[in-house]
């Protein structure tokens, strides 16, 4: 029988296949707390371009379409977010 190579340890944190523990968001180029709602209209714009390319046969990429609307509820759960904060504080 062959010799089978020593494991190596898993590192700790988020590594290249792994997902950042939940709560600890990195911040992006993209950051949709410094304006939601123009962010959501450029997603939602962007949205309508993708699925007219799409009944066209003209997109080529169609992982955009699941990326923008995973995008667009980001943008949603922030302003949520950032609502019910609001709300929570104004009630004091």
Known sequence: ???R???QPRSKGAGAGEKPARGRRE???TDPVANPEVRLH???EEMFKLRFQFATR???NTARIRTV??????VKTVQHQQESAAAGSGSS
């Open 1 to 3: 029988m062959a010799e």
């Open 5 to 7: 190579k020593p494991r």
């Open 27 to 29: 911040k992006k180029t």
């Open 42 to 44: 450029e997603l939602r």
């Open 58 to 60: 003209q997109l080529t």
């Open 69 to 74: 609307r995973r995008d667009t509820a980001r």
